[in-house]
Each structure stands twice: as structure tokens, then as C-alpha cells.
């Protein structure tokens, strides 16, 4: 009887050793499913407050550019940042507009029948001096956006993107996000890094807004190490109006230079597109929703802010 015991005694321990187990997964999956059910009902309160957010955004930058015509500068309410605000209990959400015109419009690189234009060439290849990178990323991002196949001296076009791990081309339209200068062959993380905050992916026609533009892009505008070289003058300046005027840019640059630029990557004190970051902590999760906004003003109406894009990577 004794054998009989214990294989009685090994089966009994196996089944234990299976109810264990199954019991222990039953465990993991619920407690799986119940932390993505928690981390998706979070992402769709963040949603909701990102609405929020850009509700408020969106009334102020209405408020601001209601006039039509004054300058759109730093000083300004829109600059300010939005909250922290706690609407529940574990639930924090805050916010900030930036200019995108205060930035150099990578889609001005080319004019509007497909051909790289030379003037924004030359004002990007000294953005990228500033920046301490290489120029000719300018030609390679040309390239990348003209219509045609024939590469920029230092350029690339599809015979360098086709020998790529996998291979592609170039799309030869306008972009619609900086991210795509990651495409760009060895370009990098690092060069994208130093690069993206100062530049932008809009139409053609935005043009930019010199009373938000960085120290950087003013210096590559002028030629010039000016403003690189004083950063707290051009802080102090901007802490009550526009500065520097589009007058005073005029000056600086001759009346010559001013108007090839301004027919080029453009030139102005106001702007229509911002974007929006919105950083939202819901309980032990954190969400950070970038959107871009659109302002537009028909004749004789009220101004009408659009959200264009929303997206939880930058």
C-alpha cells in the first residue's frame, strides 16, 4: 500500500503545484488587464483636458490677435503659461503657446513651382553654422522637398536615399513635420536635437514673425553675430513690445536685402500658428499632447483659432 501512498502523495502535490500556477496567471492577466484598462481610461481623461487646454488657448490667442493688426510679441498674455490647474483630486494639467513663425519655416527652402529658393538656402546654411552644424543640411533638406531629381551640390537625392537599409525615396512635396529630418541619410538624433527648436514645418506662405524670432534665426536673417552675442538685451527688449521692429530689421538689413527676404522666407510681426503643449498628470500617469493651432480672421468676421493636428509624440 505504501507505493500506492505516495504515487497518491506525487499526484496530489502535481495538481497543487498546476492549480498554483494557473491561479498565479489568472492573477497576472487580471491584474494586466486592469492597469491597461487604468492607463486607457488616464489617456482618455488626458484627451479631455487637453480639450480643456486648448479651449483656453485657443480664447486667448483670439483675445490677441482680435485687432487685425498689432504685432504679436512675447510680452503678451498667450506667452504666459496655462496652470498648473487640479480640476479633481490626482489630476494636474498645465500648458504653454509658442510661436511656430518664431521659427524658420523648413518648407521656404523651396518656392512654390518646385525649385530651391537661394535667399532661404543662404538663411538656413547660416542657422545651421549657428547651431554648429554642418550647412549643407540645408541643400540635403532642399532635396528632400524640390520637385525635381537632381541633387544641390552637397545635396542627395534618390541615388543616396535608394542605397539606404531599406531603401526609399525622397517625397519632393513640402513636409508636414520636422520629424522628417530624421529621414535624411546619417542625419541623427543628436543634429535633430540641436536643430528642432528652431525651425518649423508650415505653408509656404507663413512668413516670420521677427518680434518671437530666436537669437539664432535673427543672426542668420542679418548675416551677422548680433543678437547670439546678447541675449538679455534682446530679453529686455521684448519685455514690453515687438522687438526689434520690423523698422528697425529694415535698417539693419538695407532696404534690398529686407524685401529679397521678405519675398523669400517672408517677413512680419504678427503670426496664425502656434503650438500648443499640454503636459497632464493623471494619477501615476503622464501624458504630454502637442497640438498645433491655426489662427484665421475672414473679412469682416470674427478671429477663428483651428486645431490642425494633435499628437502624443513630438
Known amino acids: 500500500m505504501k507505493p500506492v501512498r505516495g504515487i497518491a502523495l506525487l499526484v496530489a502535490l502535481i495538481i497543487v503545484a498546476l492549480a498554483t500556477a494557473i491561479a498565479g496567471a489568472i492573477a497576472f492577466d487580471t491584474g494586466l488587464g486592469l492597469r491597461r484598462a487604468q492607463g486607457g481610461f488616464a489617456q482618455d481623461q488626458a484627451l479631455q483636458l487637453a480639450g480643456g487646454a486648448e479651449a483656453i488657448a485657443a480664447q486667448i490667442l483670439v483675445d490677441e490677435l482680435a485687432s487685425g493688426t498689432a504685432p504679436i510679441h512675447d510680452a503678451q498674455r498667450w506667452r504666459s503659461p496655462i496652470g498648473p490647474l487640479e480640476p479633481l483630486e490626482g489630476v494636474r494639467v498645465s500648458a504653454r503657446l509658442s510661436d511656430l513663425q518664431g521659427r524658420f519655416n523648413l518648407n521656404s527652402l523651396v518656392q512654390a513651382d518646385g525649385r530651391p529658393d537661394p535667399q532661404a538656402l543662404e538663411v538656413m546654411r547660416r542657422l545651421l553654422i549657428a547651431l554648429e552644424l554642418e ?150 500617469n503622464g501624458f504630454t499632447l502637442y497640438s498645433l493651432l491655426r489662427a484665421t480672421t475672414v473679412a469682416e468676421g470674427p478671429t477663428r483659432v483651428r486645431v490642425m493636428s494633435r499628437q502624443f509624440a513630438e
Open 135 to 284: 550647412p549643407e543640411w540645408a541643400e540635403r533638406m532642399a532635396d528632400w522637398i524640390d520637385a525635381d531629381d537632381q541633387a544641390l551640390p552637397g545635396g542627395a537625392e534618390d541615388s543616396v536615399y535608394s542605397g539606404a537599409v531599406p531603401s526609399y525615396r525622397t517625397p519632393n512635396m513640402p513636409i508636414t513635420s520636422v520629424t522628417e529630418l530624421l529621414a535624411l541619410v546619417d542625419f541623427g538624433a543628436a543634429r535633430y536635437a540641436k536643430l528642432a527648436p528652431f525651425v518649423a514645418a508650415l505653408p509656404r506662405d507663413a512668413t516670420i514673425n521677427v518680434c518671437t524670432a530666436s537669437a539664432e534665426l535673427l543672426d542668420a536673417l542679418s548675416g551677422e553675430r548680433q543678437w547670439r552675442d546678447a541675449p538679455e538685451a534682446l530679453r529686455r527688449g521684448r519685455e514690453r513690445d515687438c522687438f526689434p521692429s520690423l523698422d528697425a530689421l529694415r535698417t539693419t538689413l538695407g532696404a534690398e536685402r529686407f524685401n529679397a527676404l521678405r519675398g523669400s522666407v517672408g517677413l512680419g510681426d504678427r503670426s496664425s500658428h502656434f503650438r500648443l503643449d499640454v503636459d497632464t498628470v493623471v494619477g501615476s
